[in-house]
């Protein structure tokens, strides 16, 4: 929006974009403008007021509020991998926040349903990916500097997998009911930094 709303007009503009994504999360991306402003109770006009654009600079706003809810869901802990007691309550974090979630999954409507919407909510999505990255190389980094992680390791690249692990762990989640694939994803993702230490190899003769 070009003006400034007022803490009223932003109240509400919220409040679509929570209801929009509620009705995504539930029924698909294929919802429409009417299946959300039923859900919102609100005009059509109201609608066209916040998102003049329609549809798709509504899934737009949602995408980005879905990406802020994936990484604020994992904090303060994903911002502090600087320990083992650490990583592993981020993993903790994760998987009961996921299993939580259920069926709300922002990360499920985000990678299955938003993401192949349109060209400006993949955008979101890749920048959220990036920042989660991010997130994980400078703990995998910061492990490396206490001599706690191999240096051999990419930071980037291992970082990658850890999310992309994580990704399947919550598709696995969504279809099964069942977080055993997301909690054994994440062991093993940090059993394989673990077993990296120089400290460890050194005293296994490695």
Do not use: N
Not at 40 to 67: I, M, N
Not at 116 to 144: C, D, F
Request: net charge negative; with cysteine.
């Amino acid at each position: 929006m070009g003006a400034k709303l007022t803490t009223k007009g932003a109240a509400t503009r919220d409040r679509i974009i929570e209801g929009a994504a509620a009705e995504i999360r539930e029924h698909g991306v294929t919802a429409t403008l009417d299946d959300i402003r039923a859900r919102t109770r609100t005009s059509k006009s109201q609608l066209f007021h916040y998102f003049p654009d329609g549809r798709e600079q509504l899934l737009l706003a949602v995408a980005r509020y879905e990406a802020d809810r994936v990484l604020a869901d994992q904090q303060p802990q994903l911002s502090r991998l600087t320990s083992w007691d650490a990583w592993l309550a981020w993993r903790d974090a994760v998987i009961a926040r996921y299993r939580e979630q259920g069926q709300q999954c922002p990360l499920s409507a985000l990678i299955t349903q938003l993401g192949r919407a349109t060209p400006g909510a993949q955008a979101v999505v890749t920048e959220l990916m990036s920042q989660w990255q991010a997130e994980i190389a400078a703990g995998v980094r910061h492990m490396q500097a206490a001599g706690e992680v191999s240096p051999d390791l990419d930071p980037a690249r291992t970082a990658a997998a850890i999310v992309a692990a994580t990704q399947g762990g919550v598709v696995m989640l969504m279809s099964t009911g069942d977080t055993t694939p997301l909690e054994a994803a994440l062991d093993l993702a940090i059993g394989y930094l673990q077993a990296s230490s120089p400290a460890l190899r050194a005293s296994l003769g490695d």
